[in-house]
T-cell receptor, first 116, second 114 residues
Framework: AQTVTQSQPEMSVQEAETVTLSCTYD???????LFWYKQPPSRQMILVIR??????QNATENRFSVNFQKAAKSFSLKISDSQLGDAAMYFCAYRYPNYNTDKLIFGTGTRLQVFP | EPEVTQTPSHQVTQMGQEVILRCVPI?????FYWYRQILGQKVEFLVS????????KSEIFDDQFSVERPDGSNFTLKIRSTKLEDSAMYFCASSGTTLSYEQYFGPGTRLTVT
């Protein structure tokens, strides 16, 4: 069964600095998708970034980028130039692309605090 | 920008009562999901729905739960006889065709069972 592990329950960063959140996963599949979701205090789930396993190039979205290491089954999120609005829970998620059943499997989350 | 909506935002109910949580997915989406998040815990998959039938359900989704798409727009989750441990945030999500793999989440319904 696929599992997703986030080993950092909490992280903190100073405004304008860079922080990296870790995620590892376990799967026997070769084709899948990985995501980072942000959950602010409002508890809305917001997609931050996605990565297709068949792509070697790491995904980037503005200040957010990933370090995808397929062999190591690692998918970390780097937030550059951190802003106060980045403070939230961040969840790593795995999706196996079965066209009939494509549930997301989430990690336990990392709470990111941003200090001014 | 189209979005998934959910109603109500907060539902308080007594143990043993039935509740229906409502979701309006993005209009051209074909795949629908319910997830649950108990306070302080991770988001857990409940059920996926495609082509008017359940395509997968988790162990959590027992006989007390059911889903329905009663018309072309709504997607509902019903809990027949609520328990204290059903208290959680319930998220609806939808995704488009098989070529579109992103799941878009609604704002959630906070269910409190007393």
């Amino acid at each position: 069964a696929q599992t997703v592990t986030q080993s950092q329950p909490e992280m903190s960063v100073q405004e304008a600095e860079t922080v990296t959140l870790s995620c590892t996963y376990d799967t026997s599949e070769s084709d899948y998708y990985l995501f980072w979701y942000k959950q602010p205090p409002s508890r809305q789930m917001i997609l931050v970034i996605r990565q297709e396993a068949y792509k070697q190039q790491n995904a980037t979205e503005n200040r957010f980028s990933v370090n995808f290491q397929k062999a190591a089954k690692s998918f970390s999120l780097k937030i550059s130039d951190s802003q106060l609005g980045d403070a939230a829970m961040y969840f790593c998620a795995y999706r196996y692309p079965n066209y009939n059943t494509d549930k997301l499997i989430f990690g336990t989350g990392t709470r990111l605090q941003v200090f001014p | 920008e189209p979005e998934v909506t959910q109603t109500p935002s907060h539902q308080v109910t007594q143990m043993g009562q039935e509740v229906i949580l409502r979701c309006v997915p993005i209009s051209n989406h074909l795949y629908f999901y319910w997830y649950r998040q108990i306070l302080g815990q991770k988001v857990e998959f409940l059920v996926s729905f495609y082509n008017n039938e359940i395509s997968e359900k988790s162990e959590i989704f027992d006989d007390q739960f059911s889903v329905e798409r009663p018309d072309g727009s709504n997607f509902t989750l019903k809990i027949r006889s609520t328990k204290l441990e059903d208290s959680a945030m319930y998220f609806c999500a939808s995704s488009g065709t098989t070529l579109s793999y992103e799941q878009y989440f609604g704002p959630g319904t906070r269910l409190t069972v007393t």
